[in-house]
């Protein structure tokens, strides 16, 4: 399938939260001009194959009239609780001819009996609702949140769960295929697919479909090991990349403009489709039911830069020959790698696991992509490979790379040779291809960096080939604005429109909006609860990839900083970075925030989870109502997964 949309639409949506805590009120969920059919035309616009819906997420909240539950949209005031969400989708997928794929979420915040054995009959009893009355599901999503913080119908306390164990996997899954035998499994337990290890939209460059599942169920296998896979892997586990549109799975105001860039969103196909993985891309509904205008945009840029990228196949009419083929039989000569047909292939004979295959042009040839896609039928294969390119008469290797699996695509320099050489240097078995395809995308330029430090200093950059032209007064940046020459001071609030343009073939990048507040200059650490007071200035840098910990041999929360801003300024939210890089981010869950005018008198403005912040370690913004702010009272409540340590990249706000 390659690419499928995720959708997140519940009461989060209403409530602006990520993970709902399983206490709020059903009569919250009303869109205003829900339309699933447009769900399905923007989806299938943007060249996915189908869509998988949240049904019900943590608090669960069901998106379809339970026989279960009274936790569902029939006790919405949406068309007087007469809706059902997942059948409207249903009837819209099969309208635009995508599949339909659901997500249970395994964890229930609201549920009385979450924890005990009855609702595990709770839960299957809503798998059976989904998988029989709305037609085939093609994907059965699991999430990996399990156990934790409630409401639990009142209870209002923490429950723990061994996941593998409480939810009696095998017979769960034996009663999904017993229903809908062609549904395959997401997540948890003895899944058919896995997930990719981050959500941050990549897989790694090696990536076997393999995975030990045996050692993954005994939990020997680190989530690390899922951006790559196992080479001696005895499951077929093949990678999903899930990852946001924006910043938040749900739909929240705040991030409008803060959809991924043109940027983000190509590499985010090429490091997942082209890396042997699906590309989950979630585009969540906005209040009124409809995905919103700027994520449309986006996914008209992004699927007009794919569909440019692969126009033109330029192998197609070149001479393929091979320097070993099976049994010598035309059955499995090089030529059925450009005959258009996924049954056919290219094959080595058993004994050969290191063969070439050369492609003659009929004239010089510019190409600076490689789509490689072995016979995924007769399982993954190739461990190594190199590309090789015949320029001015000499060999000139242009890539050099690990695994292939059902599709590998390289972005490679542009050549322009008089031939093409595929050189499979290493493989588990006989080499088995069955297609091949170059092309000559055309430049992409990327668009500018732009940063500003602590003191207003504002600093672009490009690549070495393009240069920067930028606009201050919110008009599109052309060859005929401000070119860019080095950095500059602006300590008040701006926005930059930013542009790269490529200085030889003229050709503009995608638009860089950079909105700043007024600068830090005047901020100052107050006092911090423990820690290195000297280098707490870190929190407020400018620099998320800078950070700053509270004493590593405190065990105990809450920790806090007090931040004062230099002047009274109105605020509507703030922002909390976590730590960016490590192995231990030392992330923190809960938290509060309180404002103050005069140091002494606190105002409590915000208080919370960062939900997910462990699978999604991003920037956490939270707003609220607009205060007159001099102090800023960060406290940090709990930390992820036990670490003593609190740490911060940067403390923000939202003017």
């Excluded at 054995?117 to 949140?145: C, H, S």
């Excluded at 939209?201 to 005994?218: C, V």
């Excluded at 207003?456 to 080939?465: A, F, Q, R, V, W």
């Excluded at 070119?483 to 343009?501: E, L, N, P, Q, W």
Aim: proline share 3%; charged share 25%.
């Amino acid at each position: 399938m390659e690419s499928y949309a995720f959708i997140h639409f519940s009461l989060n949506t209403f409530t602006n939260k990520e993970w709902g805590y399983g206490n709020e009120s059903s009569q919250l969920f009303n869109p205003t001009a829900l339309d699933t059919r447009q769900w399905a035309r923007v989806v299938k616009e943007a060249g996915m194959k189908g869509i998988i819906l949240v049904a019900k997420h943590h608090d669960g909240f069901c998106l379809w009239p339970s026989a279960y539950t009274e936790r569902s949209v029939k006790k919405s005031p949406w068309k007087n609780g007469k809706g059902d969400v997942v059948k409207e989708l249903a009837d819209a997928c099969r309208e635009y001819h995508l599949k339909l794929g659901l997500y249970l979420s395994p964890w229930d915040r609201n549920h009385l009996e979450y924890g005990k054995p009855a609702y595990i009959t709770y839960f299957r009893n809503q798998l059976k609702e989904l998988l029989t009355n709305y037609g085939d599901v093609f994907e059965m999503w699991f999430d990996g949140a399990n156990g934790g913080d409630g409401y639990y119908g009142g209870a209002n306390e923490t429950r723990k769960i061994n996941t593998l164990e409480y939810y009696n996997w095998d017979e769960t899954y034996k009663m999904i295929y017993s229903i809908s035998p062609n549904t395959l499994v997401w997540g948890i337990g003895p899944s058919e697919a896995r997930w990719i290890g981050n959500e941050e939209g990549y897989a790694n460059k090696t990536n076997w479909s393999l995975l030990r599942q045996k050692d993954e169920l005994a939990g020997k296998v680190p989530y690390t090991d899922f951006m790559s896979g196992h080479e001696n892997g005895e499951k077929w586990v093949p990678g999903e990349v899930d990852v946001s549109i924006r910043p938040g799975w749900f739909y929240h105001t705040a991030e409008d403009d803060k959809v991924h860039t043109l940027d983000e969103m190509v590499d985010f196909y090429y490091q997942s489709v082209g890396r042997n993985s699906t590309f989950l891309l979630n585009i969540p509904p906005d209040k009124r039911g409809l995905i919103y205008e700027n994520d449309i945009e986006r996914l008209k840029e992004f699927s007009a830069v794919i569909k440019a990228d692969f126009k033109t196949d330029v192998l197609v009419k070149t001479k393929a020959t091979a320097n070993n083929y099976r049994g010598n039989n035309i059955k499995y000569a090089a030529k059925n790698v450009i005959d258009g047909n996924k049954e056919s292939y290219w094959a080595t004979d058993d004994n050969v696991n290191k063969a070439s295959i050369l492609f003659i042009f009929n004239k010089p040839t510019v190409f600076n992509r490689i789509l490689l896609q072995e016979y995924i039928k007769l399982g993954q294969r190739v461990k190594a490979f190199t590309v090789e390119a015949k320029v001015n008469g000499k060999w000139e290797t242009i890539a050099s790379e690990t695994t292939i699996g059902y599709k590998r695509i390289l972005r490679t320099k542009r050549v322009t040779a008089l031939a093409l050489r595929i050189n499979i240097t290493d493989s588990k078995a006989s080499i088995v291809i069955s297609n091949i395809q170059a092309f000559n995308a055309p430049t992409f330029v990327r668009m500018p960096t732009v940063q500003r430090d602590r003191d207003g200093m504002i600093t672009m950059g490009t690549e070495t080939e393009n240069s920067i032209f930028y606009t201050l007064d919110g008009t599109k940046p052309t060859s005929a604005s401000i070119k860019y020459t080095g950095s500059f001071k602006c300590d008040k609030a701006i926005v930059i429109h930013a542009v790269s343009i490529n200085d030889e073939e003229k050709i503009s990048s995608a638009i860089r909006v950079a909105k700043y507040g007024v600068s830090k200059e005047k901020w100052n650490i107050v006092s911090v609860s423990s820690g290195d007071f000297k280098t707490a200035n870190k929190i407020i840098d400018g620099n998320p990839n800078t950070n700053w910990s509270f004493e590593a041999d405190v065990n105990q929360h809450p920790q806090e900083v007090i931040v004062d801003l230099g002047n009274v300024i109105t605020i509507r939210g703030f922002s909390y970075t976590p730590q960016q890089m490590g192995d231990k981010l030392n992330l923190i869950s809960n938290y509060e925030l309180y404002s103050s005018i005069d140091g002494e008198n606190w105002i409590k403005q915000s208080e919370g989870e960062f939900s997910n912040i462990k699978n999604n370690p991003i920037e956490q913004v939270k707003i609220f109502d607009p205060a007159k702010v001099k102090y800023l009272r960060f406290v940090a409540k709990s930390v992820v997964d036990k670490y003593s340590i609190a740490t911060i990249g940067e403390i923000s706000i939202v003017e």
